[in-house]
C-alpha cells in the first residue's frame, strides 16, 4: 500500500488536512475541529509561499509511515527513493530474521518454569491472555511461526491445569495469579533442594563405599603395595 496525506499548520494547534488545489490555485481542506477531534470542517487556503512552507507530508509506504515536515525533505528523501529504498531493506531484513527463527525448534518451558515466568512477569496483580504470555516468552516474530498453534496448545494445557490446582483463576479469558502459586513455587525449590542434597549423600555414600572396599582388599592381602619406605634394610 502507498499513499499521501498533506497537513498545512496554520497555527500551533490548528491544522489543515489537504484534499486538492482546485482550478484557481487554492488550496481545499478540511480544518481540525477539537470538538469531533478530527478534520471536518471544510476551508479554502491560499497557495501562497507561506503555506506551503507549513506543509508537513506523510507517506504510507508498504507498512511504514515516512513524515517529512517540508516539501524540501519530500522531494530529497521520498521523491529519490532513498526512504523506499530504506524500507525495503528493512524489510528484506525482517523476513531473513523471520526465516531463521521459523527454522528454529522452539522448547517450550517445564510446568514449573513456565509458572515461575508468569509469577514474575506479572505478579499477583496483573491479568494476561494467552496471546499476551505467548508474546512475552517467543516475542512478535512467534505468531509467523509454523509452530505456533502447537506450542499455543501446549501452554494452553498448562495453563488450564494451572486453574485446575488453583495456581491461576480465569475470568472473561484472562488469567490472574492466586496466593497457591507462590506456595507451589516454594515447595518446589524446597522437593529440589532436598533431591540435590541427596544427590550429594549418594555420591558421598559411594565414595565411602569404594574406600572402604579398596581398605578391605588391601588388609586381605588381596592386592599388596610396596612400602613407601622398607625399614627392614
Not at 487556503?45 to 504510507?60: A, G, I, P
Not at 504470555?133 to 509452530?147: G, H
Not at 525449590?189 to 582388599?217: F, Y
Amino acid at each position: 500500500m502507498t499513499a499521501y496525506k498533506l497537513w498545512i499548520k496554520t497555527t500551533e494547534e490548528k491544522s489543515v488536512l489537504v484534499d486538492r488545489i482546485n482550478e484557481t490555485e487554492c488550496i481545499e481542506g478540511r480544518e481540525y475541529n477539537p470538538t469531533s477531534e478530527s478534520h471536518d470542517t471544510h476551508t479554502e487556503l491560499e497557495s501562497s509561499y507561506e503555506n506551503l512552507s507549513r506543509v508537513t507530508v506523510r507517506h504510507y509506504y508498504k507498512c511504514e509511515t515516512l513524515e517529512y515536515d517540508s516539501l524540501f525533505l519530500l522531494a530529497l528523501l521520498n521523491f529519490s527513493g532513498l526512504d523506499k529504498l530504506k524500507v525495503n531493506i528493512k524489510i528484506a531484513l525482517s523476513s531473513a530474521v523471520q526465516l531463521i527463527h521459523n527454522s528454529k525448534t522452539i522448547h517450550i518451558k517445564t510446568r514449573h518454569e513456565l509458572l515461575r515466568f508468569i509469577v514474575n512477569k506479572y505478579g499477583t496483580e496483573k491479568d494476561f491472555g494467552l496471546l499476551m504470555l505467548s508474546t512475552a516468552m517467543y516475542s512478535l516474530r512467534f505468531f509467523k511461526n509454523p509452530q505456533r498453534p502447537n506450542i499455543q496448545k501446549k501452554i494452553q494445557l498448562y495453563l488450564d491445569s494451572f486453574v485446575a490446582s488453583g495456581e491461576l483463576e480465569i475470568k472473561n479469558y484472562r488469567y490472574r495469579i492466586t496466593g497457591k502459586a507462590i506456595v507451589t513455587l516454594e515447595q518446589f525449590e524446597i522437593d529440589e533442594r532436598r533431591h540435590r542434597d541427596s544427590l550429594k549423600n549418594q555420591r558421598r555414600v559411594l565414595w565411602l563405599t569404594i574406600v572402604i572396599a579398596l581398605s578391605a582388599v588391601i588388609q586381605a592381602g588381596i592386592i599388596k603395595l610396596k612400602p613407601f619406605l622398607d625399614l627392614s634394610q
